[in-house]
């Protein structure tokens, strides 16, 4: 069978997160589906999440060592290296 490739955004990363779900979805997955994300979203979700984390009152340092682990299993794309079709 043929794996299939999801590229996700700065928001689902956050969601990723902030909650459970869209985390379990990821990691539930991963036998079937590869998971990228732009080198750009990862950034854009450690810019925003100190904001998020703040205002929900939580543990901002726990919450970035998810994001750090999620890139564990969501690839990183450098955009610069991703040709344009």
């Given at each position: 069978?043929?794996q ?11 969601r990723?997160?902030?909650?459970q779900r ?7 997955s991963l036998?079937?589906?590869?998971f990228?994300?732009p ?11 100190p ?15 998810t ?19």
């Amino acid at each position: 069978m043929r794996q299939r490739a999801i590229v996700l955004d700065a928001n689902i990363l956050i969601r990723a997160v902030l909650g459970q779900r869209v985390r379990e979805l990821i990691v539930g997955s991963l036998a079937d589906v590869s998971f990228f994300a732009p080198d750009t979203a990862f950034d854009e979700a450690r810019k925003y999440l100190p904001g998020l984390l703040e205002k929900r009152g939580v543990d901002g340092v726990a919450a970035l060592a998810t994001l750090d682990a999620l890139e564990s299993v969501v690839r990183p794309l450098d955009i610069r290296d991703v040709p344009v079709i």
